[in-house]
């Protein structure tokens, strides 16, 4: 078995969670039926807005009220830097899988809430038919 300094990764700061890289604690079906909702969208999103929202909804409650998290907050979560959680929060409101329950300001941030059940994936485009070949 290798051997690690506990000493040097006790004070990383490093968070601990299934967006961080270990297993998903919380094997409810509640959290089941969210992630397979969530399983069609995969492909037309990027790496991090995938972990955005697997961060939003591991932090919301079962009932699904908001939760107030800074971008700040959210970047460390998935271990990014702050302005990609800004855009990443931005387009996940523009294609209507992030909703803005209460609007923050200077001292309080946003109130976030991932809608139940997410709205449905855009369908991928078909492609046109290929012209000419062997015939």
Same mark, same amino acid.
């Given at each position: ?59 919301? =409650? #079962?009932?699904?009220? @908001? ?7 959210? !970047? $460390? ?42 709205? =449905? #994936?855009?369908?991928? @485009? ?7 070949? !062997? $015939?």
């Amino acid at each position: 078995m290798p051997r690690t300094n506990k000493k040097a990764c006790r004070g990383s700061g490093r968070l601990r969670g299934a967006v961080g890289g270990e297993r998903l604690q919380d094997s409810s079906a509640w959290m089941r039926c969210r992630l397979a909702e969530l399983e069609p969208w995969t492909r037309h999103l990027r790496g991090h807005e995938v972990g955005i929202l697997l961060a939003l909804i591991r932090q919301q =409650p #079962a009932d699904g009220s @908001a939760v107030a998290l800074k971008h700040a907050q959210i !970047a $460390a979560l998935i271990r990014m830097k702050k302005w990609a959680s800004v855009k990443g929060v931005k387009r996940l409101r523009a294609l209507g899988l992030l909703e803005v329950a209460v609007q923050g300001n200077a001292v309080a941030p946003n109130q976030y809430r991932v809608p139940n059940p997410l709205p =449905p #994936a855009p369908v991928a @485009a078909q492609l046109p038919p290929a012209e000419g070949g !062997a $015939a």
